[in-house]
């Protein structure tokens, strides 16, 4: 149960920051975010199994979007 709070927290914690403007255009705030999302994501896959952590992953991504946009961008080019 522990886990599923935290993991809400964690999509709530984003939310809220993603409302607000800043300089680097929440770059710096989506680093901190990730660092953060991998042990709630391991905690959440331990007591709640896979398909809740997936539906949490799904949805961190959609908050995170553009990280993962880039680094689909760069695995890409590394190709090929």
Not at 9 to 37: G, T
Not at 51 to 56: A, H, K, R, S, V
Request: hydrophobic share 65%; glycine share 4%; net charge positive.
């Amino acid at each position: 149960m522990g886990s599923l709070v935290a993991a809400c927290l964690w999509l709530i914690a984003a939310n809220l920051r993603a409302m607000f403007p800043s300089r680097d255009h929440l770059w710096r705030f989506a680093y901190v975010m990730i660092a953060l999302a991998i042990p709630v994501v391991i905690w959440l896959y331990m007591e709640q199994g896979i398909w809740i952590t997936l539906i949490f992953l799904i949805a961190a991504a959609s908050l995170l979007r553009w990280p993962l946009i880039y680094l689909w961008r760069w695995l890409r080019t590394r190709k090929g």
